[in-house]
């Protein structure tokens, strides 16, 4: 059964940072690229960023770059996201995913359940 689980998320204020985590079971997860998206209070789905199977590319979406960074640990089947410098815009439910296809959603078969970050003073 292919799981992944996030974890890292909470509360921080403004200028903070957070490392967020994907553990994934059940499938060969050096062989997937991966991706990390978010969906605001009241708002659609975001792309984030996505990696390689080797983590030797790696993309961000233009409201995220420079402050995060994605990256993965084959050894340990999990895959991150350092968010450095938060903004209250930050604030959303983040999502793991299995594949590097930025926001064609359909090509999309799982998801994680999401972690919850928080941004504010």
């Known amino acids: 059964e292919v799981q992944l689980v996030e974890s890292g998320g909470g509360l921080v204020q403004p200028g903070g940072s957070l490392r967020l985590s994907c553990a994934a079971s059940g499938f060969t997860f050096s062989s997937y690229g991966m991706t990390w998206a978010r969906r605001a209070p009241g708002k659609g789905l975001e792309w984030v960023s996505g990696?390689?199977?080797?983590?030797?590319?790696?993309v961000y979406a233009d409201s995220v770059k420079g402050r995060f960074t994605i990256s993965r640990d084959n050894a340990k089947n999990t895959l991150y996201l350092q968010m450095n410098s938060l903004k209250p815009e930050d604030t959303a439910e983040y999502y793991c995913?299995?594949?590097?296809?930025?926001?064609?959603?359909?090509?999309?078969?799982?998801w994680g359940q999401g972690t919850q970050v928080t941004v504010s003073s």
């Open positions: 995913a299995i594949g590097a296809f930025g926001n064609s959603w359909t090509k999309y078969d799982y």
């Open positions: 990696i390689d199977s080797v983590g030797g590319s790696r």
